[in-house]
C-alpha cells in the first residue's frame, strides 16, 4: 500500500521551531517531487514549499520564504519541513504530497499522492 504519513506537528509558542517529517511507506522517493501543503480552517489549502529529486531545486511560498527550510533523505525515505520564527498565521493542517518524474511547484493538483496531516499550531 502506497503511504505518505507526516508526523512532527504539535503546539509551539510564537517564534519557536518544529520540525515536520513526511515518509513514504510502499514506495520510494526517488524521482518524485515533494511539496508541503497546509490548510488552515476556512482557508483554502496553500502551497508552502516543495522539492524536486533530480536537481534538488526548492520552492517557498512568499509567506514562509527565509524561515522555512525543506530538506530529503532518499536513504530514509523522508522529506523534512524545518519550521523555524513560528507565527500564530502558521497554524494549520500540514500535509506532504508526491508525484513522480516532474519538477516541483506549488500547486497541489499536480500531486498525485497525499498524506493524512499533522496538525501544527502555534499560540501563546
Known amino acids: 500500500q502506497l503511504q505518505l504519513v507526516e508526523s512532527g506537528g504539535g503546539l509551539v509558542r510564537p517564534g519557536g521551531s518544529l520540525r515536520l517529517s513526511c515518509a513514504a511507506s510502499?514506495?520510494?522517493?526517488?524521482?518524485?517531487?515533494i511539496g508541503w501543503f497546509r490548510q488552515a480552517p476556512g482557508k483554502e489549502r496553500e502551497g508552502v514549499s516543495c522539492?524536486?529529486?533530480?536537481?534538488?531545486?526548492?520552492h517557498y511560498a512568499d509567506s514562509v520564504k527565509g524561515r522555512f527550510t525543506i530538506s530529503r533523505d532518499n536513504a530514509k525515505n523522508t522529506v523534512y519541513l524545518q519550521m523555524n520564527s513560528l507565527k500564530p498565521e502558521d497554524t494549520a493542517v500540514y500535509y506532504c504530497?508526491?508525484?513522480?518524474?516532474?519538477?516541483?511547484?506549488?500547486?497541489?493538483?499536480?500531486?498525485?499522492?497525499w498524506g493524512q496531516g499533522t496538525q501544527v499550531t502555534v499560540s501563546a
Open positions: 522539492i524536486t529529486d533530480s536537481d534538488g531545486s526548492t
Open positions: 504530497a508526491a508525484v513522480l518524474f516532474r519538477l516541483c511547484v506549488l500547486e497541489g493538483d499536480e500531486y498525485k499522492y
Open positions: 510502499g514506495f520510494t522517493l526517488d524521482y518524485n517531487s
